[in-house]
């Protein structure tokens, strides 16, 4: 019996050496002397089946198969959006509607005990929707801006805690909420038709999604995932690049960040195209008030806002990063990587959303 | 202008739009591929995909010998796995390719099962459409016997021996991973695989 088992474990020591590693039949022979009688006819067939199942689908069945499987891909992604995506297929006055029901309900104890809701609790979904509905109700995109600011704020509190607890998937899922909304900030506070886009485009599907199940992350850039990504290129299009390589191709930035098409569409509203007064670019580090000028009273509203939105993001642009960099100390190393890109992502979308503030400063 | 690296999860100074640019990292460990893939991440399903199809395709001609079948098949498995993804528990330790052998399987029996009740094709006329697009047609066909015959081989062994050297030459498995997906210990996978072996050495043989 023990024979047995020590002639089992040097027959797949064997198979490891010549399959894996590639050695000869013979160079494992002479690792075992004793038993290469025994061994080496079961060698050979070891080696003649993998020989024979050294094979591979036809290139042009494989190209097939990759347009077929990311057609079908895309197909089931969009049934998705369809179920989830409450907000974009139904008419406006509805959107507006569920939105004062919602408002409604806030008064509700539920709405009132889920805004201390961390991710693992079961009132979680209800916080992240009434987020939604505040985003909604809220007119311009430096006020937007702000809300999502302040979002990002609870975002970190609750990525410690959980960290804290070690629920680590919930921390993950926080990780990527964060990452979406310091996205949809940057979009919010760039270019002005951008901005515009964005403040006319229905709520992300992923809103109600969100609301309905917590898993699902909110990602504004919905686009790069339909438009970009998913996008099945015709069968004669379909080389043998690999499709991550295909999608870093067309994943341009303009792409990625970009509004929806069917967004870009409409025209901006009117009140986003006045353009926010001149200002001095203000230093990332003391974001101060920017000197006044001779202005209309509503421009320079929109200069003060700015100004605050500035401290808010120059706040969080340094305690994001180190908040979540303590928590680094303290998680498993399984953790890391996500939170390493939270942090790299924060720095990231922090310093663009203060680039782009300066900017519009500037015009 | 940091370059984007395979372990860039670990570099906080890669910068967002770079890591998009670049179509993703590699995803550190099979854990959170799985569950990007669950969340219908498109780069996650693609890797995948790109790891796993050849694997699975060599496992299903092993097991029913026809290599343009087994293509069909092999895409089946995963139209059917990535529909039901967001279903699919992640168990630490077994492999995700294990779920995809499962269903792998699963469509090998219902296929096996169909054919048994379907007049039979001769062997050369499932040849003659197995060996197109090749540039040299004999060798083709000379493979296609070799696989025939092995696929032949195997079928007279018995469920656990075809099992394990399915997933140990087909599906590139190593003992342990072949163990999780069979639900067997390590000992018992290599005393198949040992009484596997001799039984196909001597089929082969013989035939």
Not at chain 2, 158 to 185: C, D, N, P, W, Y
Request: a neutral charge; glycine letters at 4%; one cysteine or more.
């Amino acid at each position: 019996m023990q024979k047995e088992k020590e002639f089992d474990n040097i027959l797949d020591e064997c198979l490891e050496r010549i399959l894996t590693r590639g050695e000869t039949v013979e160079q494992c022979l002479a690792s075992y002397p004793e038993q290469a009688a025994e061994l080496e006819p079961l060698l050979q067939t070891a080696l003649s089946t993998k020989e024979t199942l050294a094979i591979k689908p036809r290139p042009e069945f494989r190209d097939r198969a990759r347009y077929q499987l990311r057609a079908a891909l895309q197909e089931m992604e969009e049934k998705r959006q369809r179920r989830f995506a409450f907000f974009s297929w139904q008419p406006q006055w509805v959107t507006a509607v569920v939105a004062v029901l919602i408002l409604l309900l806030a008064s509700s104890g539920t709405v009132a005990a889920a805004g201390n809701s961390m991710p693992d609790g079961t009132l979680y979904p209800v916080k992240l929707a009434t987020e939604k509905v505040r985003l909604v109700l809220t007119p311009s995109a430096l006020g937007k801006a702000e809300l999502y600011a302040n979002l990002a704020d609870k975002r970190v509190t609750e990525i410690v805690k959980m960290a804290d607890k070690g629920k680590l998937e919930q921390m993950e899922r926080t990780t990527q909420r964060l990452n979406a909304q310091l996205v949809a900030m940057v979009s919010l506070v760039g270019p002005p038709e951008e901005a515009a886009a964005v403040l006319t485009a229905p709520a992300p599907p992923a809103a109600t999604q969100e609301a309905a199940a917590p898993p699902v992350t909110e990602e504004p850039p919905e686009e790069e995932k339909l438009g970009v990504v998913l996008a099945p290129a015709p069968p004669s299009a379909a080389k043998e690049v690999p499709a991550v390589a295909e999608e870093a191709q067309e994943a341009r930035p303009g792409a990625a960040l970009a509004p929806a098409p069917s967004v870009a569409k409409e025209p901006p509203k009117k009140r986003d195209e006045v353009p926010v007064a001149p200002v001095q670019p203000v230093p990332e580090e003391t974001p101060a008030i920017p000197p006044e000028r001779a202005e209309p009273a509503m421009d320079k509203g929109k200069v003060d806002k700015r100004a605050e939105l500035m401290v808010i993001v120059a706040r969080n642009a340094v305690k994001h990063p180190e908040a979540l960099r303590e928590v680094l100390k303290k998680v498993p190393e399984s953790a890391r990587p996500a939170l390493l890109r939270a942090i790299a992502d924060s720095d990231a979308e922090y310093e663009k959303i203060l680039e782009a503030l300066r900017e519009r400063g500037k015009d | 202008m940091h370059r984007v690296t395979p372990n860039c999860w670990l570099n906080p100074e890669v910068k967002l739009i770079q890591f998009r640019l670049a179509g993703g990292c590699q995803v550190q460990d099979e854990e959170s591929l799985v569950r990007r893939a669950k969340e219908h991440d498109q780069a996650a399903l693609t890797q995948i995909y790109e790891e796993n199809f050849d694997k699975i395709y060599r496992y299903i001609v092993l097991k029913i010998g026809d290599r343009t079948e087994a293509e069909d098949m092999t895409q089946q498995v995963f139209l059917s796995a990535f529909k039901s993804i967001s279903s699919f528990k992640y168990r630490k330790g077994t492999p995700f390719s294990a779920w995809l052998y499962r269903i792998a399987h699963n469509q090998i029996v219902d296929y096996l099962r169909k054919k048994s009740k379907r007049p039979t094709v001769p062997f050369e006329e499932s040849l003659a459409s197995n060996s197109s697009g090749s540039s040299d047609p004999r060798l083709e066909v000379e493979r296609d016997l070799a696989i025939e015959q092995l696929a032949s081989a195997t079928r007279h062994l018995t469920k656990s021996q075809q099992e394990v050297i399915s997933l140990r030459f087909a599906g590139e498995l190593s003992v342990a991973q072949a163990a999780r997906v069979m639900g067997k210990s390590e000992g018992a996978v290599k005393a198949l695989q040992h009484s596997a072996m001799v039984s196909l050495r001597k089929l082969l043989t013989a035939g």
